[in-house]
């Protein structure tokens, strides 16, 4: 199971501690749901899940306020014993002295946060749905080319990061090349990344490293992109027989989640860059209610059947 630390949350969410007493460097977030205890201030603790972020909001301020100051902690006190990892007070909601009294006793991290709290909810659960996602390391390239993500995989040697240069060169952007970090993030969206170590570089045989980003400039790359088409490179076999139509879509599976998949076979003089351009902006034409392949099949049907009158 993956888990975040509650330190990353801090950061990226831009949230004040209201218990700097309280060592956060060990608590991690392993639920990427959040949670307004509303049912649990007023004692239903049934089906309760105590792995969540807690987010206190206006609504449960209130009622706190109207069961009066002593009710008000030991409600508290009491969703504190059940071990959250955090509870956050949004809207810049003063958190009571006694609140972080209990708290410092518990070794339960009070948060505050600015924004709203539909709207603090909605991006926390957008992100730890990215970072808590099931994810796989595949060898292969991830592109962006014209805003599609295409996924470059083959054996090793057969050209994958000489056609991400050529793409690089033709104003694509590269993702990662050789290690390709996939993660599920719905049941629809796969998104690639780079591990830090190699982010950014490329390996060509017989040169070696290459910074893309130091060499082509920061518009050449990118950290992250959803995976949209699969491109597998293979060596050309005469006895093998290629699609030459495209009306039926191949697909591969990544973590549950189907991919369309060209097979490209490779023979000297094949523009690789060229024919992944143009895989993408079919595959993009597809997405547009185009199908090239089925235009022709219906020209051709109809072609015959006025033949036949």
Sequence with gaps: MYTVELVRLIEKMNLENCTPEIDINAIKIAQPDVNRPALQLAGFYDHFDSERVQVIGHV?????????????VKIMSKLM???VPCIVFCRNIEVPQEFIEVANQKGIPLLRSSKTTSAFMAEVIRWLNVELAPRITIHGVLVDVYGEGILIMGESGIGKSEAALELIKRGHRLVTDDVVEIKKVSDETLIGTSPDITRHFIE?????????KTLFGVESVKNTQSIDLVIKLEEW??????????????????????????????RPGRNLAIICEAAAVNYRQKKMGYNAAQELYNRVTNNLKRGDR
């Design 204 to 212: 060509l045989r017989g040169i070696g490293i290459i910074d893309v």
């Design 81 to 83: 014993d059940y071990k």
């Design 60 to 72: 449960e301020r209130a009622y706190m306020q109207q069961m009066g100051k002593e009710n008000a």
């Design 237 to 266: 076999n005469k006895e093998k027989q290629y699609d030459r139509l495209g009306l039926e879509e191949q697909y591969i599976e990544f973590l549950g989640n189907r991919v369309v998949c060209h097979s490209i076979p490779i």
